[in-house]
């Protein structure tokens, strides 16, 4: 029968001694193997909760939603661009269906990219609390003991000094603190230890991933996002109704818009004229003056790409720009029915621009019945001349505008109950005004002329003032700035955590058989490192100085391994 023992041996002893000394350099939770045959459900619920906690469970969760936003890149999204995701649906019809039950047309509010997001929190959360605890721990505690064998650890070094042990003690406990080591005196040794930054950076790390999720999920409810044009002249005041489009988050309301008002001055492009960046903007920026709140003190300020203004939680940004061409249409007696700056939408680099004019009201024909007038117009900054044969602009700039318009009477349908594009003509029931051939009444204009319509029905004219307008997108994100917080805090927490080292210095000086002091120190990395021995070698030189070495005993004769045998000695 065999009897099983506990290994007292002094080999087993140092190892233990050596365990203990490098234990919770680090805040990570241990890990113990679960007894599969005992767990229960108790047991695998902790099992689980283990495992999710767990960091390599945490940077799994990280990388599945960094590659769950991929898709929210690449595919049109619902909350982005409902049109576009039409047309890809008209475009596909057997992928389409598939991305529905798969939600890729609105990954961020999907089910499966919820579950990644909310088990990510769950983790952050279960990873941080007990290493935080533990941390707290041993910042109350203190370094642990010298262990008994110093020369087992990775770097070590001793020598003898004719200065006394407490003076050799006291001399590196001063030094130690002196170099911010947290130190104390333990038996006949000093024991120290520095680094705790690294856990604060890894910490900091966590909590600010946290941070920043909160924001992001902060930012997507409260968000508030739309999109107005402005023609040059023209102002904006921060309501629901002012919007050309606006999209927000679930728990967003009306009077969470920010209270302010702007009205544009003017529009600045200059371009570039020649080379291989011809036609590309140089000065691209709108003035214009604001009003923050209600009864606020107008200000001025410059919108510039990329340079928003910001009035509150609110960010003006400055996206889009065109023309409007001025257009007056009279009827058949004279009388001015319509005039007005009429944006029109660029379709290229260079601004050729399309859109419609819709006179609604006012207008009747030459037998005095009441009418509705349509033009399509065709515009371009740059006309490359009547031989090019084409209608493209040359270049962005207003240096030789034309104006196309195509003519067309009847009802617009504007009082249908459809919602209509402001630049799309509903021709349902509209009639083309025909020229002298049968075909559509078209012409090109050029600032000052006039168009004259068949039969009497009136005129239209290309007004000399070609006004400019700008796009702008107005957004509310109220995590923004806890998310760029957070952002900055992490990667502070990353470079503290990868590059300052956790580490701990021992320093014995016992007195030995011969009466001298002997002096020992050495250190212990949480990882190997080439910086612990240069930092021990660099405390051991200043102690060294206050505590100078004595040359070693000569050897004696009966311990001399060279020494020759005396004679008579039996030799075997």
Not at 135 to 140: A, D, E, I, K, N
Not at 296 to 316: C, F, H, S, T, Y
Not at 407 to 432: C, F, N, T, W
Not at 490 to 498: D, P, R
Request: glycine fraction near 10%.
């Amino acid at each position: 029968m065999s009897e099983t023992t506990t290994d007292d041996t002094p080999q087993a002893a140092d190892d233990r001694e050596l365990g203990a000394a490098g234990s919770q350099l680090s805040t990570a939770p241990t890990e113990d193997a679960p007894n599969l045959p005992s767990l229960g459900v108790i047991g695998w619920a902790r099992w689980f909760w283990r495992q999710l906690t767990s960091m390599r469970v945490a940077l799994l969760l990280l990388l599945l939603l960094s590659l769950g936003a991929i898709p929210g890149s690449l595919i049109p999204q619902t909350g982005v661009d409902e049109t576009q995701v039409a047309d890809f649906r008209d475009r596909h019809d057997i992928l389409a269906p598939v991305y529905d039950r798969l939600g890729l047309f609105h990954v961020y509010s999907s089910v499966w990219f919820s579950a990644i997001y909310i088990l990510l929190f769950v983790s952050l959360i279960g990873c941080i609390l007990p290493r935080t605890w533990q941390f707290v721990g041993q910042l109350r505690g203190r370094p642990p003991g010298a262990p008994r064998r110093l020369d087992r650890l990775p770097a070590h070094t001793t020598w003898r000094t004719a200065a006394e042990p407490e003076a050799v003690r006291e001399a590196a406990l001063a030094l130690l603190k002196k170099r911010r080591f947290r130190a104390h005196l333990a038996g006949d040794a000093v024991a120290a230890e520095k680094g705790y930054l690294r856990e604060v950076g890894n910490l900091l790390f966590h909590i600010a991933l946290i941070v920043m999720l909160i924001a992001f999920g902060w930012g997507q409810l409260y968000k508030s996002e739309g999109n107005k044009l402005i023609v040059e002249g023209d102002g904006f005041a921060n309501t629901l109704t002012q919007y050309d489009d606006f999209k927000s988050g679930n728990l967003f309301t009306n009077d969470d818009l920010e209270p302010f008002s702007f009205d544009v001055k003017s529009f600045t492009g200059t371009y570039e004229r020649t080379g291989p960046n011809k036609g590309t903007p140089r000065t691209y920026q709108t003035e214009l003056t604001y009003t923050a709140g209600a009864g606020g003190e107008e200000r001025k300020a410059l919108v510039k790409v990329n340079k928003p203004l910001q009035i509150g939680d609110a960010k003006v940004y400055l996206v889009s720009h065109g023309y409007a061409p001025v257009i007056t249409v009279r009827d058949g007696k004279g009388k001015v029915v319509y005039r007005d700056a009429v944006p029109l939408l660029p379709l290229d680099a260079n601004v050729t621009s399309s859109g419609v004019v819709k006179v609604l009201d006012g207008y009747r024909d030459s037998k005095g019945e009441k009418e509705q007038l349509g033009f399509n117009a065709f515009f371009v900054p740059t006309f490359g001349g009547s031989e090019s044969g084409t209608m493209l602009s040359q270049f962005p700039a207003l240096d030789y505008p034309v104006l196309a318009l195509s003519a067309y009477h009847g009802d617009l349908r504007a009082d249908s109950g459809i919602p209509q594009s402001v630049y799309q003509l509903d021709k349902s029931k509209m009639k083309e005004f025909k020229d002298s051939e049968g075909e559509l009444f078209k012409k090109l204009l050029t600032p000052g002329e006039t168009m004259t319509l068949p039969d009497g029905a009136g005129t239209v004219t290309f007004e000399k003032d070609v006004k400019e307008w700008a796009g702008f997108q107005i957004v509310q994100e109220p995590g923004g700035g806890w998310a760029l917080g957070g952002a900055v805090v992490a990667i502070a927490g990353l470079a503290g955590s990868l590059f300052i080292q956790r580490r701990r210095v021992w320093v014995r000086a016992v007195r030995g058989d011969d009466g001298v002091t002997v002096v020992e120190m050495a250190g212990l990395g949480r990882s190997e490192s080439a910086k612990v021995p240069e930092e021990l070698g660099d405390l051991a030189g200043i102690l060294y100085d206050q505590a100078p070495g004595v040359p070693d005993p000569e050897p004696s004769e009966s311990t001399d391994p060279e020494a020759v045998p005396a004679e008579g000695a039996e030799q075997q």
